[in-house]
């Protein structure tokens, strides 16, 4: 027996399949399903009808009893893995199935719940199980996204704030405007600075980057101009500068608000005249070279106190671009967590490292005070300090609070609105699936350590374990 009985809702709904071949059970679970978790559902009697159903429809979730007559619950969840992995599977067991439910478990399901069922935690299971679905698609559409962007090399995502930016940099990339590019630390200005080159008709010659905070007042005008032998005491021979260095191509002055004014002014009569005077000489050299200066602090002010000429200001500030800090391009991030992952995964052989949906969640939602810089390092952090072959947020240490309010999607100021018994069975989940996760941690997945140090008899922490689907194996050493 199949049917599908998709709800009148117009609201988005999701798809759940559930297959078992007692009618009762059917009839029981769909009411939940429907009414307590917005699902339309397809049900099946039996494990061969499901698998026809498969072929027709989308499900998100599978909700599978174990024992079955013609296709157990283990053989459904390894066909359902070969049709499609982003579909989550929950195993139904009954008394004396627990180790099936164990072994579903190890090979992919997301959950078991044993008969009889607790209503509520079979809501809590099921809604944590749909989220888990939708990231494990959004993390395969990002792929399939990234696969087709064709963008400057480093830029990643599609927003609006990006796309302005890249659309100002492809109209001013063939000119010689000096520009101004402008943005909080780790928003990427020099990336931009390089996508101008790249775009620009001097993209055969290597770019020069000036760190202008990094070299003394002294070593930096020398660098840039260069002496001649004799100019000063160690000037042993002549030296070439940055700017005739970037003769034909293009100088990114990084960071110009720390220059001194003594080379300030120096700068200015290059822009103005477009012609440079190494130290110790008395002629001057013509330059052909594109100027971009970078900076992360207001040069307005600087203006206003004196540290900053304005006369230099607007003349690098020809065309001036401004990067957009993250939260400006918010719906990129999830495409820059995809790519960093893929990124050091690759780059550092780290290949079976798994992030778990709860994790990609926290990197979607959190802040980014740093930008794309502070995210990229912390996921490089993330696959460097990996230990085994999944990272969950208890590797990130957020298996406390932070963590758990993102599983669940409650702060504990939303808390007390629920009513007593909901908050309270929140609270408790909370903290057992934390406290278990960094227990097992500690003990590297040995369950019989584990429950000496806690003060609980072995069996006692394995069934703790299982009502929150907490597996010994994915604490254990590689």
Excluded at 1 to 16: H, K, V, W, Y
Excluded at 379 to 392: E, P
Aim: net charge neutral; glycine share 6%; aromatic share 4%.
């Amino acid at each position: 027996m199949t049917d599908i009985q998709p709800s009148g809702n117009n609201a988005p709904r999701r798809l759940a399949m559930i297959v078992d071949d007692e009618p009762d059970m059917l009839s029981m679970l769909r009411l939940i399903l429907e009414k307590r978790c917005g699902c339309d559902v397809v049900a099946a009697s039996s494990g061969l009808a499901a698998l026809e159903l498969l072929g027709d429809c989308k499900p998100d979730l599978v909700i599978t009893d174990i024992m079955m007559p013609d296709l157990d619950g283990l053989q459904l969840l390894s066909k359902i893995q070969s049709h499609d992995r982003t579909i989550s599977v929950i195993i139904m067991t009954g008394y004396g199935t627990i180790d099936m439910a164990v072994q579903a478990l190890k090979n992919g399901a997301y959950d078991f719940l044993q008969k009889p069922f607790d209503k509520d935690h079979i809501i809590r299971v099921v809604r944590n199980c749909l989220e888990r679905t939708t990231l494990l698609r959004t993390n395969r559409h990002l792929t399939e996204k990234l696969n087709d962007l064709a963008l400057p090399e480093g830029f990643i995502g599609r927003s609006a704030a990006q796309k302005r930016v890249l659309d100002l940099l492809a109209r001013i990339a063939d000119t010689d405007a000096t520009v101004l590019i402008r943005g909080e630390s780790g928003t990427g200005k020099e990336l931009a600075a390089r996508a101008l080159h790249n775009l620009s008709n001097r993209c055969d010659r290597r770019m020069i980057v000036v760190n202008c905070p990094a070299l003394p007042e002294n070593v930096l005008e020398s660098e840039l101009f260069g002496y001649s032998k004799g100019a000063f005491t160690g000037a042993i021979q002549e030296k070439k500068g940055l700017f005739l260095e970037a003769h034909g191509s293009t100088l990114l002055l990084d960071e110009i608000a720390d220059i001194p004014v003594q080379v300030q002014t120096k700068l200015l009569r290059v822009l103005q005249e477009k012609e440079i005077q190494p130290l110790g000489q008395n002629k001057t050299i013509k330059v052909d070279v594109r100027v971009v200066a970078s900076t992360n602090q207001n040069l307005e002010e600087k203006i206003r106190s004196g540290e900053f000429r304005a006369d230099l200001f607007y003349r690098l500030n020809v065309v001036g671009v401004v990067m957009p800090n993250l939260l400006e391009m918010k719906e990129d991030v999830p495409l820059l967590v995809h790519h960093f992952l893929a990124l050091y995964k690759r780059q550092y052989g780290r290949e079976e490292v798994v992030v778990a949906p709860e994790v990609l969640r926290h990197l979607y939602q959190r802040p980014w005070p740093g930008n794309v810089r502070e995210l990229q390092n912390t996921i490089k952090s993330i696959i460097l300090s990996a230990t085994g072959g999944n990272v969950c947020l208890a590797d990130l240490g957020l298996a406390g609070d932070e963590g758990a309010a993102q599983q669940d999607g409650h702060s504990f100021e939303e808390l007390h609105t629920l009513p007593y018994n909901r908050a309270k069975s929140i609270l408790v989940s909370r903290f057992s699936e934390g406290y278990l996760r960094n227990l097992l941690i500690r003990h590297h997945g040995n369950v019989t350590n584990a429950a000496a140090d806690c003060g609980l008899e072995r069996q006692a922490l394995q069934r703790i374990m299982r009502r929150y689907g907490i597996v010994s194996i994915d604490f254990k050493q590689k």
